[in-house]
Nanobody
C-alpha cells in the first residue's frame, strides 16, 4: 500500500496551494482519510479529516475557514486546498488513510509527506 502526496512547494503568505494524495495497493473508499503536518521542531499534528462518504469533515482550529479537505473515491485520492496561507503553516504535510480518530496513533497508513513552505 502506498500513499503518494504531492503539491507542496514555496508560496508567499496569503497564497494558496492544493495538496493531492493518491493511494494505491488497496481501496480506501470505505475509510476516513485526512492530513497531518509536522512543523520544524514540533510534533506531528492533525490538520483535517474527511469521512468515507465525504459527508463529514473535521478541521483543526488553526486551519478552519482557510483549508478545505475533499476526496474522490473513484480515484482513491484525497486533497487539501489551502488558502490564505500563513508562515506558521510551514510544515511537512502527510496524508493519512484508515483513520480511527484525530491523533497520529489512530492512523492506519501514512504517505511520505510533502513540504509546504510559506514565506512572510
Amino acid at each position: 500500500v502506498q500513499l503518494q502526496a504531492s503539491g507542496g512547494g514555496l508560496v508567499q503568505a496569503g497564497g494558496s496551494l492544493r495538496l493531492s494524495c493518491a493511494a494505491s495497493g488497496r481501496s480506501f473508499s470505505k475509510n476516513a482519510m485526512g492530513w497531518f503536518r509536522r512543523a520544524p521542531g514540533k510534533e506531528r499534528e492533525f490538520v483535517a479529516a474527511i469521512s468515507w462518504s465525504s459527508g463529514s469533515t473535521v478541521y483543526a482550529d488553526s486551519v478552519k475557514g482557510r483549508f478545505t479537505i475533499s476526496r474522490d473515491n473513484a480515484k482513491n485520492a484525497v486533497y487539501l486546498q489551502m488558502n490564505s496561507l500563513k508562515p506558521e503553516d510551514t510544515a511537512v504535510y502527510y496524508c493519512a488513510a484508515a483513520l480511527t480518530g484525530y491523533k497520529a496513533e489512530g492512523v492506519g497508513y501514512w504517505g511520505q509527506g510533502t513540504l509546504v513552505t510559506v514565506s512572510s
